[in-house]
């Protein structure tokens, strides 16, 4: 927001928000486009334009506890599509046998009744206007969702980096849907961990690297990137910069001072995302 628009005015007017290239970069300058309402009202017929992203913690939680004030944050915000991360409920499938990240697990008496009352909440107005689609864990950890409303149909819908329909990301971290016009990616990105011998270190940089692939490959449209990115990429992100940069985990330091850190601002992972996003 920093960057590109310009803030409302006090007495309350709304000036049209334009597109101002960050001055030290270049390739802003050559790329940078402001849109004209021709250019939303051309588009708005086929594609998603308003989008809402929510870490929800546990959506059973927040369908049991918060639903009413969700219902009506929706229903004034009226977005286009909702992307929800940490939707912590176990995919479809018994014990020991292959899961279904795409269904909810109903095969137990509480699972049925878990899953009773989140399908019922989204059969609720408005949530019965969107199409919902889910990448859910084998476990009640991470997972996603992704309600897009009826009027706008993706080209297709995948689960994974690669754009493989039928793999899904591990732990369902990831939901990409393809309109005419651009992508939407919803991301629960694993969080970087605080020691290199637990591979929580690798496993983040395995996630950077296929996620600048990704946007690399990608290019021919634009990108709307939603979720829990797990980064905090700049100072002005933090409240405290210095002590998170300095954070320890028991006295432990990582063998590469660029791991040093809280995790989510370490400077490695700062980095790798600010590379993520010139690209």
């Known amino acids: 927001m920093k960057r590109f628009f310009q803030p409302i005015e006090k007495d309350g007017s709304f000036k049209k928000p334009t597109l101002s290239p ?20 051309t588009n708005s017929k086929k594609d998603p334009l308003k989008f809402l992203t929510w870490n929800a913690n546990s959506f059973l939680l927040r369908v049991k506890n918060d639903w009413p004030e969700f219902t009506k944050f929706v229903e004034r915000i009226d977005p286009d599509a ?4 940490e939707v912590r409920m176990p995919a479809a499938g018994s014990k020991g046998e292959p899961r279904n990240p795409r269904e909810l697990k109903d095969d137990t008496n509480s699972s049925r009744e878990e899953k009773k009352i989140v399908m019922r909440a989204l059969s609720s107005t408005p949530f019965r206007n969107y199409n919902v689609w889910w990448s859910l864990s084998d476990s009640k950890y991470a997972g ?19 754009q493989s329909a039928s793999k899904h990301e591990q732990d369902g971290r990831v939901i990409l849907a393809e309109f005419e016009s651009l992508r939407l990616l919803n991301t ?42 797990n980064v905090s990429h700049e100072e002005i992100d933090v409240s405290h910069a210095e002590f998170f940069s300095m954070a320890k985990l028991n006295g432990y330091i990582p063998p590469n001072k660029e791991d040093c850190g809280q995790p989510g601002f370490t400077l490695s992972e700062r980095k790798r995302f600010g590379t993520i996003l010139r690209e």
């Open 82 to 85: 909702i992307a929800i991360q």
């Open 188 to 229: 629960y990105v694993p969080n970087n961990g605080w020691k290199e011998e637990e591979n929580s270190f690798q496993r983040r940089r395995k996630w950077d690297k296929r996620m600048l692939e990704f946007v690399l490959q990608n290019s021919d449209k634009p990108l709307v990137w939603c979720g829990d990115l």
């Open 144 to 162: 996603t969702a992704l309600l897009i409303k009826n009027c706008f149909q993706p080209k297709r819908v995948s689960f994974s980096l690669d």
């Open 22 to 41: 960050s001055p030290s970069s270049k390739d802003s300058e050559k790329t940078a486009k402001t849109f004209t309402s021709d250019d939303v009202k």
